[in-house]
C-alpha cells in the first residue's frame, strides 16, 4: 500500500532509521554500482574499439548520458515517491498526469526480471569456478595441454558446462550451483534489502575491493613472465588497452572515431555500467524522503562504478590476458562477447600464472560478489509493484515474482545451444529496451515535467549544485544523442536480426529465437495488464480518499 | 605502450579518481550525509510482511 507521503521513511518496526557511519555510506554506494560489466564487458569493449579512442566517446556518453540520466532517475523515484509511489508505473502516472502514463513504466518492471533470468545463470558460473580453482579443478584442465591451446581447452570446458553445444538441461554441477546462488538471493530479497543486505554489503564491498586491488598489483608487478616471449610484458600489456588504434586493419587511429558503431558500444557500456535506464534507482529512490540529497548520492555511485571499471577492469583484465596469451590470441573471438574473455581466455591466463589457482579462486569469487550485489536489487522494482498495486505482502510478491522468473531462468537453462535464449534477452531486454526506457525517462523529465520543475526538484536537499549547463543536456543533448544512437544501433543490428533469423540460423534455433521473444512479449503483456489493473485500483482508491475529504471523515 | 596511451590512461584513471575522490570527500565532509544520502542497496523499502 502506497504510504502518506508527508510521513517521513519509517523502517518496519516504526522507528525513523538511522544510516550508521559515513563510511557505510560509501561503501553502500560501492555496494549498487559495482557488476560484472566492470570487471569483463568494458575491458572487451575498449579493447576491440580501438583502446585509447574507445575512452573518447565513453567519457563523453559518460557526461552527456550517463551521469545526467542517473540524476534524470532519481530525481523522478524521489518525486513519485513523494506521491506515496514506488513502483514506475506509478511514478510515471505522477509524472505525465495522463492516464497512459503509467505504461511507460512498463518497460521498468520488464527489463530487470528479464535481466534476473540470465544475470543469475551466469551468477552460478563464477561461483562454480570459483571452487572449480579452490578445488584444483580447472588447473586440471590444462594440464598436459600444448602451450597456444588452453583456449580451446577452456572453451570446451565451458561449453560442456553450460550445455552449449545442444539445448537440454546441462549435466554437470552447474544447476546445483543455480540453486546454492538462488538460495541466499531469495534469502535476503524475502527479508527485506535493510535486514541483510546492508550488513552483507558493508564486509562484501570492501572484501570485493581488496580482492581486486590485490589482483591488480599482482598484475601490474608481472613484469615480463615468459622470458622466451619478451614481447609480452606489462608496459606492451597496458598498450594494447590503452594505446589508440584503429578498429579495422586498414583504417586510422582517428578515423575509429567516424564509425558509429564505437560510439553505440561507448553508450551502452555506460547504459549497462551504471544501470541506467534499468528501472532500479527509478524504484530505490522512490523511498527516500523530500529531502534527501540525490545530486552527490548518484554522482557517488557513478564515480565508484567508474572507479571499479576504468581504473580496476582496465588496468587487469585485458593487460593480464596479453602477458600470458599474447596479442595474437586477442581477438574478436576472446574479446568479442564477456562470456568468452570471462570464461575462454581468463581460465587460459590463469593455467600460466605463478599461484594462478589461487588468483583464479580470487578472480571469479570477486566476480560472484559483484554479481550478487548486482542482482539482489534487480527484483525489488517488480516486488514494489506487485506491493503497492496490488496490497499483497513481500512474501507473496516475492513468491508471485519467483515463478516468472523461474519459468525464465529454466527457458536460458534449457536453450542453452550457442547460449541462444541468453543472447536474445540480452539483446532485446538488455539492449534494446534499456535504449527506450532511458530516451522516455529524459524525456518526460525534460520536456514533459519540465526542466523548470526538474531544477527545483533536483536541488532540494541537494549536496551538489549541478551546473546550469547540465540542464542545456538534459533537455536537449541527451534525447538527440540517444535517438540518433539508437537509430544507427537499429539500422545496424536489426536487419542483421532479422537476415539471421530469415536466412542464416537453421531452423532449431530459429524455433529457439522465436519462442524466447513469444515468452518476452508474453512477460511483456502480463506486465501491461497488471498495470491496467493496478490502475484502476489506485483509481478507485483516489475516488474513495477524495469522497472521504468532501464528507469530513 | 607509446605516448599517446600514457596520456589517454593517465588521464582517464587521473580524472576518475579525482571525481571518486571529490565525491567521498564531500560524503566526508557532510556534517549529517548519513541521515539524507543514501545508497540504493541501503535503502529501507517499508515492506510489510501481510
Not at chain 1, 564491498?205 to 619478451?230: E, Y
Not at chain 1, 534494446?432 to 525517462?441: E, K, R
Not at chain 1, 532540494?460 to 538534459?474: D, S, V
Request: proline fraction near 4%; aromatic fraction near 14%; include cysteine.
Amino acid at each position: 500500500m502506497a504510504r502518506n507521503p508527508n510521513q517521513p521513511a519509517l523502517a518496519r518496526n516504526g522507528s525513523v532509521e538511522n544510516w550508521g557511519s559515513k563510511i557505510g555510506v560509501i561503501l553502500a554506494v560501492a555496494g549498487s554500482a559495482v557488476g560484472l560489466g566492470n570487471f569483463l564487458r568494458f575491458p572487451g569493449n575498449a579493447a576491440l574499439y580501438g583502446g585509447g579512442v574507445f575512452m573518447i566517446p565513453y567519457f563523453i556518453s559518460m557526461i552527456i548520458l550517463g551521469i545526467p540520466i542517473c540524476w534524470v532517475e532519481w530525481t523522478m523515484g524521489r518525486y513519485g515517491g513523494a506521491y506515496g509511489y514506488n513502483s514506475a508505473p506509478g511514478i510515471f502516472s505522477v509524472l505525465w498526469r495522463k492516464s497512459y502514463g503509467k505504461y511507460f513504466g512498463v518497460l521498468a518492471l520488464l527489463i530487470p526480471v528479464v535481466i534476473y533470468m540470465y544475470y543469475v545463470y551466469v551468477e552460478a558460473w563464477c561461483l562454480s569456478y570459483a571452487i572449480d580453482y579452490a578445488t584444483g579443478k580447472m588447473a586440471a584442465i590444462a594440464e598436459n595441454t600444448t602451450p597456444g591451446e588452453e583456449i580451446q581447452q577452456y572453451k570446451d570446458h565451458f561449453v560442456n558446462f553450460v550445455g552449449k553445444d545442444e539445448n537440454g538441461f546441462p549435466k554437470g554441477k552447474v544447476l546445483i550451483i543455480l540453486a546454492f546462488v538462488f538460495l541466499p538471493n531469495f534469502v535476503f530479497i524475502f527479508r527485506g534489502l535493510t535486514k541483510g543486505i546492508e550488513v552483507f554489503c558493508k564486509f562484501a564491498m570492501p572484501l570485493l575491493i581488496v580482492c581486486a586491488l590485490i589482483i591488480l598489483v599482482r598484475v601490474l608487478t608481472l613484469g615480463t613472465p615468459d622470458p622466451t616471449q619478451p614481447e609480452n610484458n606489462i608496459n606492451n600489456a597496458l598498450g594494447f588497452m590503452w594505446n589508440p588504434k584503429p578498429i579495422d586493419k586498414d583504417g586510422t587511429v582517428w578515423g575509429a572515431l567516424s564509425n558509429p558503431q564505437i560510439w553505440l558500444v561507448a553508450a551502452g557500456q555506460i547504459f549497462f555500467s551504471l544501470s541506467v535506464g534499468f528501472g532500479i534507482v527509478l524504484n530505490y529512490a522512490s523511498y527516500l524522503r523530500k529531502n534527501d540529497d540525490v545530486v552527490l548520492s548518484a554522482l557517488t555511485a557513478s564515480a565508484t562504478n567508474q572507479f571499479c571499471e576504468v581504473c580496476l577492469g582496465g588496468l587487469i583484465t585485458i593487460p593480464v590476458a596479453f602477458l600470458f596469451l599474447g596479442a595474437s590470441q586477442l581477438n574478436i573471438d576472446t574479446l568479442g562477447t564477456s562470456m568468452a574473455l570471462g570464461f575462454h581466455a581468463l581460465p587460459a591466463v590463469f593455467s600460466r600464472m605463478p599461484a594462478g589457482q589461487f588468483f583464479g579462486m580470487l578472480w571469479f569469487f570477486t566476480l560472484f560478489i559483484a554479481a550478487i550485489t548486482s542482482s539482489l536489487s534487480m527484483l525489488q522494482p517488480a516486488i514494489a509493484f506487485l506491493e503497492e498495486g496490488f496490497g499483497l505482502g513481500r512474501r507473496a510478491s516475492v513468491t508471485c515474482l519467483g515463478f516468472i522468473v523461474a519459468t525464465g531462468n529454466l527457458i536460458v537453462i534449457y536453450f542453452s545451444k550457442d547460449l541462444l535464449a541468453h543472447e536474445t534477452m540480452d539483446f532485446w531486454v538488455g539492449t534494446v529496451c534499456i535504449f527506450i526506457l532511458a530516451t522516455i525517462q529524459v524525456i518526460t523529465v525534460g520536456w514533459v515535467f519540465g526542466i523548470k520543475n526538474a531544477r527545483k526538484e533536483v536541488q532540494r536537499g541537494a549536496e551538489l549544485h549541478i551546473p546550469n549547463i547540465f540542464w542545456f543536456i538534459i533537455k536537449y543533448v541527451s534525447p538527440l544523442y540517444l535517438l540518433t544512437i539508437f537509430s544507427c544501433w537499429c539500422y545496424n543490428n536489426i536487419p542483421v536480426f532479422y537476415e539471421n533469423i530469415t536466412q542464416v540460423l537453421p531452423e532449431d534455433d530459429r524455433d529457439t529465437v522465436l519462442f524466447v521473444l513469444a515468452f518476452l512479449v508474453g512477460v511483456l503483456i502480463f506486465f501491461a495488464m497488471l498495470v491496467y489493473l493496478a490502475g484502476r485500483r489506485w483509481n478507485e482508491r483516489e475516488t474513495w480518499n477524495r469522497a472521504k475529504e468532501e464528507v469530513g471523515v | 605502450m607509446n605516448l599517446a596511451g600514457w596520456i589517454v590512461m593517465i588521464l582517464s584513471v587521473g580524472f576518475v579518481l579525482c571525481l571518486v575522490t571529490f565525491c567521498f570527500y564531500r560524503v566526508l565532509r557532510t556534517p549529517k550525509s548519513t541521515e539524507h544520502m543514501h545508497a540504493p542497496l541501503e535503502i529501507d523499502t517499508h515492506d510489510v510482511d501481510t
